[in-house]
Each structure stands twice: as structure tokens, then as C-alpha cells.
């Protein structure tokens, strides 16, 4: 079978209701980012799905012994949120995957060029090449951004195959910018808007969202 990009935008109830109060330009900030923190969790829930690494044990109920399925200690699971804007999902993810590494990666994107530079990289030198890797950025617009995080990524042993992206609102161009080199890649969105701008912002989309959140 070939592997290709594959984007998913679940039709639950809860993540439209949240996407709504993100969307409003009337929402203020202290919604906005609980709103954030609600697409966060419900999108992470939803890309958990045959991600997480299980094991079959046996428990023993009040009654009897049973068999029973948990998440394997064992294998790394890592949230990588992208700064700023990625903190605010990193919340709702978090709760979902208590125990998984957090790395912090900062992008800042050029207003003129509209390309991103990196000025802060947690990521460690390598990763255990088994790790399953979560990346929070609410906007996927020109790619630019997630493109640079995928390559510092994967040229640390990560392999696209096991790595899931939440966004809010993704955009044709950075999908079609991640097709092209990621095979294999999981992408777990809110919507899909169709137009990004001449200054780089998807239409209708939210908008900036680190300022929103933070209010700045």
C-alpha cells in the first residue's frame, strides 16, 4: 500500500461548538484561549486513535481476573508544541498524554518574506526512533512554518508515519507542502479553509492566533 498524507477533520459536535467561539472576532481573549484549549483536547483525542502504543496484561476485578489493554510505558510519546501559538492546544493535549515528553520548538515567521526562522529548538539530538510525536500549531496556512519543524524532526530519527499534527485551521498550501514530502503523515484538523492571503493568513480562518490567546 502507498502512504500518503492524510487529513482528518472529525465531525464532532464539540470540536464545531469550539471552533465557532474561536472563529468570532467578538470572543475575547480569556474564551479564545479556553476555546483553544477545548480543540486541543477533542483533536488530540481523536488522533490518539491505533497511535498510542498499547499492551495486553491481565487485572484482577473485584471479582476475577480479566484481560485488559493499557498504553506501553515503554515507547515514547512526545508532544512538540510550536511557539506561541502552539500552547494553547498544548493544554487540551497534555491532559490526554500525561506522561508524554514536552519539546518546545519557536518559530518566528518573517512578515516581508513570510518565511520562518527558528529561535528556540528543545528537540533533543536524536530520538528514539520507536517515539510517537504530537505537533500543536493551530494554523497550517503557507507550510512554511510546519515544513521547518518536520525537517528538524526527522532528521532526528522521527518517522513521519508516527507522528500526528493538530491544528485548528489548515490551508491547501501547507497540505499540499506536506503531501509532497511526508508520506505517510496524519493530520487531524477542525476545518480546512481554501484561501490564504497575500500576507500569509488563512481566510477566514482565526485570525492571529498566538495574539489571541495572549492578548497582545
Request: one cysteine or more.
Amino acid at each position: 500500500m502507498t502512504l500518503q498524507l492524510r487529513v482528518y477533520v472529525p465531525p464532532h459536535p464539540l470540536i464545531k461548538h469550539w471552533l465557532a467561539v474561536a472563529r468570532d472576532v467578538a470572543t475575547p481573549p480569556v474564551l479564545f484561549r479556553s476555546a483553544i484549549t477545548e480543540l486541543g483536547r477533542w483533536l488530540t483525542y481523536e488522533a490518539a486513535r491505533e497511535w498510542l502504543p498499547t499492551m495486553e496484561t491481565m487485572v484482577q476485578s473485584p471479582l476475577d481476573s480479566c484481560p485488559a489493554t493499557l498504553i506501553d510505558p515503554e515507547v515514547p510519546v512526545a508532544v512538540v508544541p510550536i511557539l506561541r501559538a502552539g500552547l494553547g492546544l498544548l493544554e487540551g493535549a497534555q491532559s490526554l498524554l500525561p506522561l508524554a515528553s514536552i519539546y518546545h520548538l519557536g518559530l518566528v515567521r518573517n512578515e516581508e518574506t513570510l518565511e520562518p526562522t527558528c529561535y528556540l529548538n528543545k528537540l533533543p539530538e536524536k530520538f528514539d526512533p520507536q517515539t510517537r510525536v504530537l505537533i500543536t500549531d493551530p494554523m497550517l496556512a503557507t507550510g512554511g512554518s510546519i515544513m521547518l519543524a518536520m525537517a528538524e524532526l526527522t532528521q532526528r530519527g522521527i518517522d513521519p508515519a508516527m507522528t500526528r499534527i493538530v491544528c485548528v485551521v489548515a490551508a491547501p498550501p501547507a497540505l499540499q507542502k506536506l503531501s509532497a514530502a511526508y508520506a505517510g503523515l496524519n493530520v487531524y484538523t477542525a476545518t480546512i479553509d481554501e484561501i490564504v492571503n497575500n500576507q500569509g493568513y488563512i481566510v477566514p480562518g482565526l485570525g492571529d492566533a498566538g495574539d489571541r490567546i495572549y492578548g497582545t
